[in-house]
Nanobody
C-alpha cells in the first residue's frame, strides 16, 4: 500500500490549507486513518485521527478547533483541513493507516506504533 500526501505549501499565519492523503494498493475504507506532524528538530507527534466510517474523530489539544479530519472512502482518501494556521504549525505532515477500523481511545489514536503504513509527508510552512 502507498499513501500519497499532498496539499502542503507556504502560507501566511491565519491562512488555511487542505491536505489530502490518497491511498493506493489497498482499500482503506476498513481502517481508521491518522495524521501526524514533525517539526524541524522535534519528534513526530499526533495531530488527528478518524475511524473507518468517519463518524469518530480525535484531535491533539494543540489543533482542536482549528483542524478538521475527514475521509472519502469512495476516493480512498483522507483529508486534513487546517484553518487559522500558526507559525508553530510548520512541519512535515504525515498520514498513516491505523491497524484496525476503529480506535478505542484518544491515547490509542496518538500512539504511532498503532499505525501500520505511513506516507512520505507533505511540508507545511507558515510565515508570521
Amino acid at each position: 500500500v502507498q499513501l500519497q500526501a499532498s496539499g502542503g505549501g507556504l502560507v501566511q499565519a491565519g491562512g488555511s490549507l487542505r491536505l489530502s492523503c490518497a491511498a493506493s494498493g489497498r482499500t482503506v475504507s476498513s481502517y481508521a486513518m491518522g495524521w501526524f506532524r514533525q517539526a524541524p528538530g522535534k519528534e513526530r507527534v499526533f495531530v488527528a485521527a478518524v475511524s473507518y466510517s468517519g463518524r469518530t474523530t480525535y484531535y491533539s489539544d494543540s489543533v482542536r478547533g482549528r483542524f478538521t479530519i475527514s475521509r472519502d472512502n469512495a476516493k480512498n482518501t483522507v483529508y486534513l483541513q487546517i484553518n487559522m494556521l500558526e507559525p508553530e504549525d510548520t512541519a512535515v505532515y504525515y498520514c498513516a493507516i491505523y491497524r484496525t477500523a476503529s480506535i478505542v481511545s484518544p491515547r490509542a489514536a496518538a500512539t504511532g506504533s498503532n499505525y501500520l503504513y505511513w506516507g512520505q509527508g507533505t511540508q507545511v510552512t507558515v510565515s508570521s
